[in-house]
């Protein structure tokens, strides 16, 4: 996964980020991404909460003369957030994962599931809500579900263990 930036650098770009009005939002995501390498659209999507194709409308807004013109959308226009325009997807959506949740016995606040995201668009699909993996990736932040890593033991641990059950065979 691609950590170009600090933690607190982030949270400073989320926050300017949130400050600016629609157009220059896109622009701004538009301008962080074109200076990351591959994977950068993805990163900055994730880190400002955007569609890709968002910031991908943003990169080529950049190269338009008339990108200056200081129209932006009104307040309220637009269309309004699945989880704004179906507020009944958060019970569907956590009977769904109730199956599927798993946790850490020391601390009770962190959870995971092992479907994908798309898996659980699938799922909501079939209950009558067509959402995006966008959308899942909501919800899931929303109701405390962390996105699970799994630990990769090092060669070397490996080899350790294998030489101390080595010296403990009797000769």
């Known amino acids: 996964m691609l950590f170009p930036y600090p933690q607190d650098t982030e949270s400073q770009m989320q926050e300017f980020y949130n400050r600016l009005p629609e157009k220059n939002r896109r622009l701004y995501a538009g301008v962080e991404a074109s200076k990351l390498d591959r994977g950068g659209v993805s990163y900055i999507g994730r880190l400002f909460s955007c569609s890709r194709t968002t910031i991908l409308r943003g990169i080529h807004e950049l190269g338009e003369a008339d990108i200056l013109e200081s129209r932006n959308r009104e307040i309220g226009g637009g269309r309004l957030s699945v989880l704004e325009k179906q507020p009944d997807i958060n019970p569907v959506f956590l009977q769904l994962l109730k199956e599927h949740t798993a946790g850490d016995p ?51 641990a490996h080899i ?8 403990v065979l009797p000769n």
């Not at 092992?114 to 799922?123: K, P, R, T, V, Y």
């Open 106 to 156: 020391m601390d009770e606040t962190v959870k995971w599931t092992n479907l994908s995201c798309s898996e659980i668009a699938d799922l909501l699909a079939t209950k009558g809500f067509k959402v995006s993996r966008n959308i899942i990736r909501k919800l899931l932040k929303k109701h405390g579900y962390v996105k699970r890593k799994a630990l990769k033991k090092s060669r070397q």
């Open 160 to 167: 350790s263990i294998a030489m101390l059950n080595l010296s």
